[in-house]
């Protein structure tokens, strides 16, 4: 764990991998830390509206380790009809359908949501299943889209410009903000893909 | 008790101290731009800090009060009519009911604040009556015919003499920010005192720079981690944007630098073209990891 300073007002607290910033996040909202913002990503937690030298106090109480959350697990049913499946069965050497299966098999965990509202990084599949972002970005991906990047998946929460492969579609609503969390895969929750 | 949006201008939204504790969810904060001109408002026309004003961006706004309404227009310099009769910019003025209201385009700055006695009382969403131009959460930019309801006021506005001036000294003051040891100390000491211009695609979102470029000192990649108000990423293109109201919660490139809170309202107020100076605050140890 290694803290950088942002300013008079925030911490960013690196830990070097996805779940320990899942468990450093939950366990600084639990009330560990004393802030406005908890902010979990890939390999940070940034903690803001704090007073840095309390926040350094507060973490030395952190014992680097905790469960990584474990929310409720939301089934998410997905047409596999994205344009670029064919594209990581090439990739993954194997048959659309062997994606499907493999994509279906994993209980993946939201770690961190970003780049729109409710848009949740999806943390799970092995390492040797990475696969490389578009070259260029499309301008529009649509609502609803099921997508991977490295070993991420996510689905759109509506459309908007983005550079993942598609490989399906979801009809579920990802955020409503009249629905209490607005978001339906805040950080913790857990994830299992199906065919529909 | 209502007002009657005339005419919306190019683009007027409500605002107010914004949204906080969502980040982790993917909702910006938003809130006024140039927060000093929502709280001066406010402040004339005896409302608190937290009460939901007008922002317009460039062309202003023409309104029509139903009932009889004390109002104060701040921020970007601009015309200000009521009833077709020149009003004060920066003072509380008491408008009776059906007048027209009219707050020209800007000639200095680009976000004026309209604030209503009592605040405009919409329906907040996720805790905040502020749009978001991000993701568009929150109530809808204002819409020609619409009829925005105020709410209740709190107390008498205070008597005024003169508004402080809101002028903008176009100097950008960075202090090092988390990932400052991306660009070599060579970088750093060229930044210093360069002029870069703003760049037409400055929004609620950023301020955009344009001018010398500053060269990363490394071609690693930034995993995406989370962002603050303020923050000045550091893209490829070497051209930095600072992170106003309605900055994306989470980014991928390097904070560099970071603005303080009153320079972001001059950010917000600085119009496309305009040259800006930035300064390096020295003051501060070189190494951020205190």
Known sequence: MRLVTVGDEAVLVEVGDPSTAAALAAW???????????????TTVLLDGVDPELVRQELAAWSGGG?????????????????????VAEWWRCSEDEVVRRHTSVELVSVFCGFAPGFA????????WAVPRLESPRSRVPAGAVALADTWSAVYPRAAPGGWRLIGTTALELWDPHRDPPALLAPGTRVRFEAS | MSIEVVDP????????????????????????????SADLANRLVGNPAEAAVLETTMGGVTLRPLRAVTLAVTG????????????AHGLPLTVPAGTVVEVGPASQGVRSYVAFAGG???????????????????????AAGQRLPVGVPASAPAPVDAAPSTQHPRVLTLVRGPRADWVDDDAWRALDGSVFSVGAASDRVGLRL?????RRATSRELASEGMVLGAVQLPPSGQPIVFLADHPTTGGYPVIGLVGRRQLDACAQWRPGEQVTVRVDRSLPPDPRR
């Open chain 2, 210 to 214: 344009e001018g010398p470029v500053v």
């Open chain 1, 28 to 42: 600084a909202r639990a009330g560990g830390v004393a802030a406005v913002e908890v902010v979990p990503a890939a």
């Open chain 2, 9 to 36: 201008g190019p683009l007027t939204t409500i605002q107010d101290l914004g949204r906080v504790g969502l980040a982790h969810l993917g909702v910006p904060r938003a809130g006024a731009a140039d927060r000093g």
């Open chain 2, 76 to 87: 970007a310099t601009c015309e200000v009519r009521c009833g077709g009769r020149a009003a």
């Open chain 1, 121 to 128: 990084y999806l943390a799970g599949l092995p390492t040797s």
């Open chain 2, 120 to 142: 405009l009382a919409v329906e907040p969403v996720l805790g905040s009556r502020s749009t978001d131009t991000l993701a568009w959460v929150g109530p809808p930019p204002l």
């Open chain 1, 67 to 87: 469960a990584v959350p474990s929310g409720p697990l939301v089934t998410i049913p997905v047409s596999y009809d994205g344009p670029e499946l064919g594209f």
